[in-house]
């Protein structure tokens, strides 16, 4: 394995903005794309995180003017739907990385989660809650349970939020939304926890790498919430976990075969 190039960091971050916000795992993406290209290090796996920062500054500026407005419930929220994943990624967020950070487990939860978004949606419920700003406390709390499953590489934190949120009763728009807001804390949190963690491995050499991944990341996530929002009012969730499925089967099947070596470096 070899450490993440500038050309890389453009690649990287550009997978990094597409699936962050899409039900299909930007961190399953970052580790198998990671693999192909070589970089799959212990500096590129912190790199992976370092730039989801990039997607989380998209929001940001996309929700810039609802957060200024926005009301104590909805902070109080978003602070309770963080925490659960927080702390159980404290816990086992080492052991997650080294078990679970490989092409077969992260192929294998891109199946399980399109078998999961399928049947969530032949549900087919009619939503309790209809907008973000109508979530309660409980709601917040079982989003962010729902949240700790995207700690598994190949779950997709969106996916978690999105489809946990609407078998809880949200309305496929206020889900989306609401998981949009979380990837905030949630991504500065990781982000900075794993640099403090790994700082030793990184100089000031390394500005241009970072700065590189999240102005692409930043650019491209842009324009998947902004699509994605006009999406989810007239479409659901199916096409994503057909995705997952002929994704993860592909990659499976590829590395039975010996048609490609997942973990080449």
Not at 12 to 23: A, M, N, Q, S
Not at 190 to 207: I, M, N, T, V
Request: one cysteine or more; a neutral charge.
């Amino acid at each position: 394995m070899r450490d993440p190039t500038l050309a890389d960091a453009l690649v990287l971050g550009v997978v990094e903005g597409l699936t962050e916000f899409l039900p299909i795992s930007s961190t399953g993406h970052l580790i198998l794309v990671g693999d192909l290209l070589g970089v799959n290090s212990e500096r590129g796996n912190v790199f992976h995180v370092a730039i989801q920062t990039g997607a989380m500054l998209a929001v940001l500026w996309e929700y810039r003017a609802r957060l200024a407005r926005a009301d104590a419930a909805l902070w109080r929220n978003l602070a309770i739907a963080f925490l659960p994943a927080a702390l159980l990624g404290l816990a086992f967020g080492a052991f997650i990385k080294a078990q679970l950070f490989a092409p077969f487990p992260v192929a294998s939860a891109f199946v399980a989660g399109g078998l999961v978004i399928l049947w969530a949606e032949r549900r087919g419920r009619a939503p309790r809650v209809g907008t973000v700003e109508a979530m309660s406390a409980l709601d917040a709390l079982k989003v962010g349970i729902a949240q700790c499953f995207a700690l598994v590489p190949g779950t997709s934190r969106a996916g978690a939020t999105i489809i946990g949120g609407m078998l809880f009763g949200l309305s496929r728009r206020a889900a989306t939304e609401f998981s949009f807001l979380l990837a905030v804390p949630t991504l500065v949190a990781a982000g900075a926890y794993d640099l403090w963690l790994h700082r030793s491995l990184f100089s000031a050499a390394e500005l241009p790498l970072f700065g590189c991944g999240l102005a692409a990341a930043f650019l491209s996530a842009l324009a998947v919430v902004r699509w994605l929002v006009r999406y989810v009012s007239a479409h659901d969730f199916t096409p994503f976990a057909w995705y997952r499925i002929a994704f993860g089967a592909i990659v499976i099947l590829t590395a039975e075969l010996g048609w490609v070596d997942w973990t080449a470096g």
